[in-house]
């Protein structure tokens, strides 16, 4: 079966890091994905991995190890507007098709 | 303009009625989905077209119709929906319909009330 498991929520203090985790089952892998979404918006893309590693950008960095079916995203620096559900999510099949989690709700606080 | 846009932003319908749900992106993409989003439950992608060809129906109950008229437009009619049915319906669209790989970009959502 597919299966995305990922942290329902977590809180931050301002100016800290805090590191999402992100483990995955599923029958194919041809990348992940790391969506952020504010509440009542849209999900925009932070990153994507394909190659075991870290990829950075910016305050935002992505971790993946495809043996262990792992991936987590870190944010350095917190700030208030980094508040947000961040959405972990394995391409896994053919045509395009995304599989998500359910999503970790990030709160930041002062 | 921003790349994918959604109309209505929120919508409220009884059981009885039937309504439209209307995404166009602006980015020239080829593939445009249709996804579901309930509370405290993962993203459940409903259909992909490639094309304005489905090639994809996640085993979604026939009160949800999508309509491709073109690349840019996608739509998804309603009608008969159940309560259950109140979610927030996404959009999204990517730029090569056979990349496994490419990103896609979401819209604002509907937020769909059913009573």
């Known amino acids: 079966g597919q299966n995305i498991d990922q942290p329902t929520e977590m809180t931050a203090t301002e100016g800290a890091i805090v590191q999402i985790n992100c483990t995955y089952q599923t029958s194919g892998f041809n990348g992940l994905f790391w969506y952020q979404q504010h509440a009542g918006e849209a999900p925009t893309f932070l990153s994507y991995?394909?190659?075991?590693g870290l990829e950075e950008k910016g305050r935002f960095s992505s971790f993946l190890s495809r043996s262990k079916g792992y991936s987590y995203l870190l944010l350095k620096e917190l700030q208030m507007k980094d508040s947000a559900s961040y959405l972990c999510?394995?391409?896994?099949?053919?045509?395009?098709?995304?599989?998500f989690g359910t999503g970790t709700l990030l709160a930041v606080q002062p | 303009e921003t790349g994918v846009t959604q109309t209505p932003r929120h919508l409220v319908m009884g059981m009885t009625n039937k309504k439209s749900l209307k995404c166009e992106q602006h980015?020239?993409?080829?593939?445009m989905y249709w996804y579901k989003q309930s509370a405290k439950k993962p993203l459940e992608l409903m259909f992909v077209y490639s094309l304005e060809e489905r090639v994809e129906n996640n085993s979604v109950p026939s009160r949800f119709s999508p309509e491709c008229p073109n690349s840019s437009h996608l739509f998804l009619h309603l009608h008969t929906l159940q309560p259950e049915d109140s979610a927030l319906y996404l959009c999204?669209?990517?730029?090569?319909?056979?990349?496994?790989?490419?990103?896609?970009?979401f819209g604002p959502g509907t937020r769909l009330t059913v009573l």
């Open positions: 980015l020239g993409h080829n593939a």
């Open positions: 999510a394995v391409e896994g099949g053919a045509t395009n098709k995304l599989i």
């Open positions: 999204a669209s990517s730029h090569n319909p056979i990349s496994s790989t490419d990103t896609q970009y």
């Open positions: 991995n394909v190659l075991d």
